[in-house]
Each structure stands twice: as structure tokens, then as C-alpha cells.
């Protein structure tokens, strides 16, 4: 059972961390494979702060403000790399940063 204090931005954050990996597991099957290069980096970069954010959080950890505030740099990265593509799944993965960005900081701020 998670913290319930950050369950928005727990969420936020595995949503996140699932649209990066789908982000990145299309792009690898694009055209271009080496044009996505960054898209790619930078999506398994965030799914993974996403994850490990998210994980603090739940159990409530002192590190949980740190990581958000972390977590929120590099979901902007992600969303601006992503917004540069026209791919359906860097729109989503994009939005999903976004908002996951937002959650990090409301929730670092708190």
C-alpha cells in the first residue's frame, strides 16, 4: 500500500514511467531508428527516475522530495525531446511527462 499523501504523484509517475517505455519500445521499430536516438535515451532515462520516485514515495521515504524534484527535470528533458516528433507514441509519452513533471514539483513543493 502506497503513502497516501503522494498517491496523485505515485500515480503521475508509474503512468509515466509505462508511457516511456512504450515511447521507447516504438521508436526502436521507426525508420529512423538513429534519429530517435535521444527520444529513446532520454525515455528510458525518465521511466526509470519515474519508477524509483514512485517507489520512494510509496514507502514514504525522506529522499521522496530529492528524487521528485529530480524526477521533475527529467520528465521536461523527455517532453521536449518527445514533442519534436510526430510519432503518436512521443505525443503520449510527452503528455504523460508533463503531467508527471507537474505532480513531482506540486508534490516537492508541499
Known amino acids: 500500500m502506497q503513502n497516501q499523501q503522494y498517491s496523485s504523484?505515485?500515480?503521475?509517475?508509474?503512468?509515466?514511467?509505462d508511457a516511456c517505455d512504450m515511447c521507447a519500445g516504438a521508436c526502436l521499430s521507426e525508420n529512423n531508428v538513429q534519429g530517435m536516438a535521444r527520444c529513446i535515451s532520454l525515455?528510458?532515462?525518465?521511466?526509470?527516475?519515474?519508477?524509483?520516485?514512485?517507489?520512494?514515495?510509496?514507502?514514504g521515504g525522506e529522499a521522496a522530495k530529492a528524487l521528485c524534484e529530480a524526477c521533475a527535470a527529467v520528465c521536461d528533458l523527455c517532453a521536449d525531446e518527445c514533442s519534436k516528433h510526430q510519432e503518436e507514441h512521443c505525443k503520449?509519452?510527452?503528455?504523460?511527462?508533463?503531467?508527471?513533471?507537474?505532480?513531482?514539483r506540486q508534490m516537492a513543493a508541499a
Open 92 to 104: 503520449a509519452c510527452a503528455d504523460a511527462c508533463r503531467r508527471c513533471a507537474a505532480e513531482c
Open 9 to 17: 504523484c505515485v500515480e503521475a509517475c508509474n503512468d509515466c514511467a
Open 43 to 59: 525515455t528510458v532515462d525518465c521511466a526509470q527516475i519515474c519508477r524509483l520516485a514512485a517507489g520512494v514515495m510509496a514507502r
